[in-house]
């Protein structure tokens, strides 16, 4: 068992990763209608990602036993201003994310439950990487301008394919 706050907070994290999931494919989807198909396959993978991250925080409290809560999700947004707005709005949803994770930290720390923060470090260092993975992706996107984005969604498709060659 684990401190109940600490369950509680993992339970929050778990709504938090599944919304992150339905954000990255209503960002997906939208890329994907306005022909970024460089852009909508990275943030589809983003989105089975965040999934996973979901499905890792339930396994967590099961193996401790405790209990896991299917959150209910708000809707995301569907509509976009256009592709920089987007990956502006990708960054501030990982600090958003980052924020959470080290309140996780803090709680843990309050509370003495060192397997959770032992745990959840996995987490800390995986945000590390999704930002500078998106700030890699404004700076690209900032470099192309308006006249390449054609460059920069194809540029995406080299992104997507080091992210997955990392991941092996």
Not at 74 to 89: A, E, N, Q, R, T
Not at 112 to 133: A, C, G, K, L, P
């Amino acid at each position: 068992m684990i401190p109940k706050e600490v369950a509680k907070i993992l339970n929050e994290q778990i709504e938090k990763e599944f919304y992150s999931s339905n954000l990255y494919l209503a960002m997906a989807i939208w890329c994907d209608a306005q022909g970024f198909e460089g852009s909508s396959q990275w943030l589809y993978d983003q989105a089975e990602e965040e999934r996973m991250h979901g499905f890792k925080f339930i396994h967590y409290l099961v193996d401790v036993d405790e209990k896991a809560v299917v959150p209910a999700l708000k809707k995301p947004p569907v509509g976009f201003k256009d592709i920089k707005s987007l990956f502006d709005m990708v960054l501030k949803h990982e600090q958003f994310i980052s924020d959470s994770i080290n309140e996780i930290v803090k709680v843990c720390h309050k509370t003495n439950d060192y397997r959770t923060m032992n745990w959840i470090q996995y987490f800390v260092s995986e945000q590390i990487e999704e930002e500078s993975t998106v700030r890699t992706i404004l700076d690209k996107l900032s470099l192309a301008g308006e006249k390449n984005i054609f460059w920069f969604d194809k540029e995406m498709v080299t992104i997507r394919n080091n992210a997955d060659s990392s991941n092996q």
